[in-house]
């Protein structure tokens, strides 16, 4: 017998139609990610399957004494007690009394609680919970108020561990977890003595965890056997032949009704059945129910910065006795995409707001760009305002917005965003979290930038919506600096990744994610290397002072130096294509029709791009000789 059956379901919320006739049959010891566009119901699906909603119609039939848990998309936000009495909270019947005994000073208190507990087998359930937190790499007696987002993530996490179910139900574990631990979470997934149900939008992590991928797609339940790369392959496949039944049943539909309109043989008795059968293909064409549209992204981008972005100047910050960051320089150019990623609580986030000047360094300094027009996304949504309508917080109560000059009306620009009408004069505070993220993008895109700052913007978008802000990330024009766990994302948009280790020291890795791996392999490869030269013999260690010769010749540049010089062809190359189409722009007769003026345009820009180019020729040139001494 199944674990789960789901069985001809229908649910509508609102005007939105959920589930329509869905099926679906959940077996044990499967890993399913389930998928979906934003708001087809994928949260709501495991609500149903946890019992916390009911269906229409239809029935769900799920085992006798399944123990299920879930973790759910928007934990409730713990600021009382400590890691330990909250993972407690999972364990019914003891929990409560495990939480109070050890908090508890009042001796003849604990005596009673330490008799409740014995009663119930609960030092058992003790030795649970503090395993799961082990494993989680929480400290027990931690105060909940001190947790950074990813480490309040896990202790909800260790709420659904310490009851020990045998199903689970994730919705986005990942969000607001560091690298480290998507990985470490991995592991632990695939280890799970029982099933696990999860919504995710990392794609990473769907193809290392999953056995089965369900999609949830216009109120039906499609199932693909295999991996999250077979699945989109699979799924292509379904649409492409969809597509087809689509347009072969809309010719039949067009040829019926030419014929209706002719009119006199309709109304012959023995057509009566063709008349029938018209009316059935005019109501199954009503109730198809067609594929939603992509979301159509567009950055309203401002006039051009200034070369320089960011000069970071040997900047160290520390809070509460704690070094955050130790001595970091960097250097960022305009087109520059700098990724960012490292442990929970690490200071990516202090970073950026060092960056937009809301917190000071404690030691250094950093020198600003001009003609900076910087938007900032935000991972807790603070800029949306819940109680307002999703129109109202992108237009701020007007009806239009212009993008690049453009004025266009705030409902139409949110359709692009895939927001419908009625959607769209919605309260923020209905919408999931997929479309508040949704909505944060079109917010921040109807205002004008050249500098983008993100921190996780990619939590809870799904698959083809995150796919889009990758090409308009890689196409923009200006510069972005982004804050992100999703490794295929840092891979796709980062030229730089800065990798925080989480004691204050950040490395300077030229490329994405990919990058950042192969370089972390050299240097445990270099690292290795010279721990055998210093084992060896006489003939070895001559060996290793020419490695030391060889380490003082190139000691004239800093780390981030280094980085910056091995940027610098790259760039050199990119300008030189650039001032080659303006060349070629210019030797065209015809862009001479109206006067010059067009012309006068792109000299200008040409000018501008050689003296970028110049300077970044004497920049390179200053850096070899530097690494010459």
């Known amino acids: 017998m199944s674990l789960i059956s789901i069985i001809d379901a229908h649910l509508t919320n609102g005007a939105d139609k959920l589930l329509e006739g869905a099926e679906l049959s959940v077996e044990e010891n499967e890993r399913i990610c389930l998928v979906g566009r934003n708001g087809t119901g994928k949260s709501t699906l495991l609500s149903l399957i946890e019992g916390t909603r009911e269906l229409d119609s239809g029935r769900i039939i799920i ?89 309040r993530r896990k202790a909800a996490l260790a709420v659904a561990l310490a ?71 699979l799924r292509d496949e379904r649409l492409r032949k969809e597509e087809l039944a689509n347009i072969e049943f809309d010719k039949v539909l067009a040829e019926e009704e030419a014929w209706i309109r002719r009119g006199v043989k309709a109304r012959l008795a023995r057509n009566e059945g063709r008349v029938r059968d018209l009316k059935h293909l005019r109501e199954v064409r009503a109730n198809r129910r067609d594929r939603l ?57 202090t970073l950026i707001k060092t960056l937009l000047g ?27 305002d819940l109680d307002k309508s999703v129109a109202d917080n992108v237009a701020d109560g007007h009806t239009e917005v212009t993008i690049n000059g453009k004025s266009k009306h705030v409902i139409s620009y949110l359709a692009n965003f895939l927001f419908t009408g009625r959607r769209a004069r919605s309260p923020v505070r209905v919408l999931s979290g997929g479309e ?35 090409d308009l990330i890689a196409n923009y024009e200006g510069t972005v600096i982004v804050i992100s766990h999703d490794r295929q994302f840092i891979d796709k948009v980062a030229t730089e990744t800065w990798v925080f280790d989480g004691n204050g020291e ?57 980085h910056e010089l091995e940027k610098i062809p790259a ?31 792109i000299s200008d820009e040409r000018t501008k791009l050689v003296e970028e180019l110049d300077a970044l020729y004497a920049r390179w040139e200053e850096l070899e000789m530097l690494s010459e001494e």
């Open 358 to 384: 809301q917190v000071k360094p404690t030691l250094g300094k950093i020198k600003t760009g001009v003609n900076l027009e910087i938007q900032y996304f935000d991972q807790y949504h603070e800029a949306l």
């Open 506 to 562: 950040i490395e300077s890795v030229i490329g994405g994610w990919s990058d950042v791996l192969a370089y972390y392999e050299r240097v445990q490869k270099d690292r290795e290397e010279k721990e055998l030269l210093d084992k060896q013999d006489n003939e070895g260690r001559v060996v290793r002072v020419d490695v030391a010769v060889r380490e003082k010749k190139t000691s004239g540049l800093s780390f981030t130096q280094k």
């Open 63 to 151: 085992q006798n004494g399944l123990k299920i848990a879930a973790l759910h998309q928007d934990p409730p936000k713990y600021t009382s007690g400590t890691v330990y009495s909250l993972a407690a909270t999972g364990v019914p019947v003891v929990g409560e009394a495990l939480a109070k005994f050890f908090s508890c000073t009042d001796p003849h208190e604990q005596m009673e609680l330490s008799s409740f507990i014995d009663k119930h087998d609960g030092w058992a359930k003790d030795a649970v919970i503090k395993k799961v937190l082990n494993r989680i790499g929480l400290e027990p007696n931690t105060p909940l108020a001190d947790l950074s987002g990813g480490n």
């Open 436 to 470: 508040k993220n949704r909505l944060l993008l079109a917010k921040l895109f109807a205002k004008k930038s050249n500098l983008l700052i993100m921190d996780e913007p990619t939590n809870d978008l799904d698959l083809e919506t995150l796919e889009l802000l990758e």
């Open 571 to 601: 760039k050199v190359e990119a300008l030189e294509e650039k001032i080659s189409v303006l060349d070629e722009k210019l030797n065209d007769p015809s862009i001479y029709a109206d006067g010059g003026a067009s012309a006068k345009e």
């Open 293 to 349: 549209g992509n979301v159509i992204m567009e950055a309203n981008e401002a006039s051009r910065s200034g070369n320089l972005i960011y000069e970071i100047k040997d900047i160290s910050l520390s809070f509460d006795g704690r070094d955050i960051i130790k001595n970091f320089s960097a250097t960022v150019m305009r087109g520059d995409r700098i990724g960012i990623t490292g442990p929970n609580g690490a200071g990516k986030t």
């Open 163 to 233: 009851s020990e179910p045998k199903l689970l139900l994730l919705d986005e574990p990942t969000n607001h977890l560091d690298i480290e631990s998507i990985i470490w979470f991995e592991e632990e997934l695939k280890k799970f003595d029982g099933t696990i149900i999860f919504v995710t939008h990392d794609r990473s992590f769907a193809d290392n965890c999953a056995t089965r991928i369900v999609e949830l797609d216009r109120g039906l339940i499609y199932s693909y056997p295999g991996s999250f790369s077979k699945y989109i392959e």
